[in-house]
């Protein structure tokens, strides 16, 4: 158990729906990231997190969205979703930014099906 | 647009023997780590390196960082089945910035 919580595990749903992914971080972490990872594209940076605020943006869809509540959980909401949306979705957590040494620690993912 | 070059992209092995993984950018990076994912799990964190031309090692695995700290390689001596997986490398190419991923080498070994 790394300490990071993803639920849920799998999610099977159809195009054109709206679907919610939750993480807690670990204990002590404000730091939380969010990554896709698919087999052509590999684990690809969406968007970060810092104390409640959005600290840097990838490659994220203009159809997904996230936040992190006071709590310091965070959602991933992708919407109108389509088949290539099909992918494993991690969600990480730090400290502060990762890059001193500690890295970051990853959940177990959330696997979203699109049919 | 900063890119993470891994090779080989898959590798197959006998147990016993000895491979490396490299990871190249054509940037420099302010440090780089290297994970190790298993399936259905998220990437685990093996090492973080900093400074060029600096050499960790972890067990059997050895981790190098170039010296102009554009590339990195991981060296695995007498491999083991226990050694599978995918292994990512990941650079900061600044403080503050995000982490960012190569496509992965995914190891298999065979008893």
């Known amino acids: 158990d790394s300490g990071v919580t993803q639920t849920p595990k799998h999610l099977i749903t159809a195009t054109g729906q709206r679907v919610t992914l939750r993480c807690s971080p670990r204990?002590?972490?404000?730091?939380v990231y969010w990554y896709q990872q698919s087999l052509d594209q590999g684990l690809q940076f969406l968007i970060q997190?810092?104390?409640?605020?959005?600290?840097a943006k990838g490659n994220i869809l203009e159809r997904f969205s996230a936040q992190q509540f006071p709590d310091l959980h965070s959602e991933l909401n992708l919407s109108s979703l389509e088949l290539g949306d099909s992918a494993l979705y991690f969600c990480?957590?730090?400290?502060?930014?990762?890059?001193?040494?500690?890295?970051?620690?990853f959940g177990s993912g959330t696997r979203l099906t699109v049919v | 647009t900063q890119l993470l070059e891994q090779s080989p992209q898959f590798l197959s092995i006998q147990e016993g023997e000895n491979l490396t993984v490299y990871c190249n950018s054509s940037?420099?990076?302010?440090?780089l780590q290297w994970y190790r994912q298993e399936p259905g799990e998220g990437p685990v964190l093996l090492v973080t390196?900093?400074?060029?031309?600096e050499v960790k090692k972890l067990k059997r695995l050895t981790f190098q960082f170039g010296d102009a700290r554009k590339d990195s390689s991981l060296h695995i001596t007498a491999a083991q089945p226990g050694d599978t997986g995918l292994y990512l490398c990941?650079?900061?190419?600044?403080?503050?910035?995000?982490?960012?991923f190569g496509q992965g080498t995914e190891l298999s070994v065979k008893p």
């Open positions: 997190y810092y104390n409640g605020e959005e600290r």
């Open positions: 990480a957590s730090s400290v502060a930014g990762g890059y001193d040494g500690g890295g970051y620690t």
């Open positions: 990941a650079g900061f190419y600044n403080q503050g910035g995000k982490l960012i």
């Open positions: 940037s420099v990076f302010s440090s």
């Open positions: 390196v900093v400074t060029g031309g």
């Open positions: 204990s002590g972490d404000l730091s």
